[in-house]
């Protein structure tokens, strides 16, 4: 299965702390995706980082890249009760087309 | 306005039943998806249509028939529904094929088959 893994599966921070997200794939990529699942609702897309970029930032959300160990990670800094929800990683092999494979989930719960 | 939306948002049914899903994008994407997450919130691609045309079809039983009436229309068909159907439905559009395209995703549909 092409299909990514996430650790962790679940994450529990205090309402300032910073969230690490990992998620780490199999074959080669043409880019990664990071999205957000807030309960009951559709997944909104966070952040798009291409194979050949190791980096890329957004607001308060940091995407590393790293092709050789085939792993990403999401880092949210000074975390909100908003940004309870989860998290989820994409990837676009390639040869795969649009075809977006994704990960197993990271569910991260920023209490007050 | 609704970028992507689904119809209905809640669908319970009994079993062997025939049903629809109705999707719409009103981003004048050229591609659309069905993707189907299950209890575990395992996501998981079903198809997906360029302008009006198949061109992803994972491994998914033919009771599972999408039809594209238009480029901003996709519509899922599901015949003689089974328990293992129950989950939730996301259609989903982005501008076109090649790399570097994020997808938009609708709010979902949660199929509950009794």
């Known amino acids: 299965s092409q299909q990514g893994e996430e650790d962790p599966q679940a994450l529990s921070i205090q309402e300032g702390e910073n969230a690490t997200m990992n998620c780490s794939y199999k074959?080669?990529?043409?880019?990664l995706q990071w999205y957000r699942q807030n309960s009951g609702r559709g997944l909104v897309h966070l952040i798009l980082i291409r194979s050949n970029e190791r980096e890329k930032h957004s607001g308060r959300l940091r995407v590393t890249l790293d092709t050789s160990k085939k792993s990403s990670s999401l880092l949210i800094t000074a975390s909100r009760a908003a940004d309870t929800a989860s998290y989820f990683c994409?990837?676009?092999?390639?040869?795969?087309?649009?075809?977006?494979?994704f990960g197993t989930g990271t569910q991260l719960k920023v209490e007050l | 306005d609704t970028a992507v939306s689904q119809t209905p948002k809640y669908l319970v049914t009994q079993m062997g039943n025939d049903k629809s899903i109705k999707c719409e994008q009103n981003?004048?994407?050229?591609?659309m998806y069905w993707y189907k997450q299950d209890s575990k919130k395992f996501l998981k691609i079903m198809f997906s249509y360029n302008n009006k045309e198949l061109i992803i079809n994972e491994t998914v039983p033919n009771r599972f028939s999408p039809k594209s009436p238009d480029k901003a229309h996709l519509n899922l068909h599901i015949n003689s529904l089974e328990l293992g159907d129950s989950a939730v439905y996301f259609c989903?559009?982005?501008?076109?094929?090649?790399?570097?395209?994020?997808?938009?995703f609708g709010p979902g549909t949660r199929l509950t088959v009794l």
């Open positions: 994409a990837t676009e092999f390639t040869g795969g087309g649009n075809k977006l494979t």
């Open positions: 074959t080669s990529i043409n880019n």
């Open positions: 981003l004048g994407h050229d591609t």
């Open positions: 989903a559009s982005t501008a076109g094929p090649g790399s570097y395209n994020e997808q938009f």
